[in-house]
């Protein structure tokens, strides 16, 4: 559910506020999906925001949404900096 969640927050940064547009849609969304999953299975977990492992919580979700646009905008800075 967070891979997916991350997924929309890559797409919406490249159609909607033009991040990335070097790299791709593709890319955007592989990046935003990677966050997603990085703060919802890794972070949330270790910060305790979710009760078990496989329970929905809504600040689980919240801290996915952070985690892909963090990345997206980490990923940005390279691509701009460094061209890749």
Same mark, same amino acid.
């Given at each position: 559910?967070?891979?997916?969640?991350?997924?929309? *927050?890559?797409?919406?940064?490249?159609?909607?506020?033009?991040?990335?547009?070097?790299?791709?849609?593709?890319?955007?969304?592989? *990046?935003?999906?990677?966050?997603?999953?990085?703060?919802?299975?890794?972070?949330?977990?270790?910060?305790?925001?979710?009760?078990?492992?496989?329970?929905?919580?809504?600040?689980?979700?919240?801290?996915?949404?952070?985690?892909?646009?963090?990345?997206?905008? *980490?990923?940005?800075? *390279?691509?701009?900096?460094?061209?890749?």
């Amino acid at each position: 559910m967070f891979d997916p969640a991350g997924a929309v *927050i890559g797409w919406a940064s490249f159609a909607y506020l033009k991040f990335s547009e070097g790299r791709g849609m593709l890319a955007s969304v592989g *990046i935003g999906a990677t966050g997603g999953l990085v703060g919802g299975k890794l972070l949330a977990p270790m910060l305790g925001f979710s009760a078990a492992p496989g329970d929905f919580s809504p600040a689980a979700l919240l801290l996915a949404f952070m985690a892909a646009a963090g990345l997206l905008f *980490i990923g940005d800075r *390279i691509h701009a900096r460094y061209g890749f």
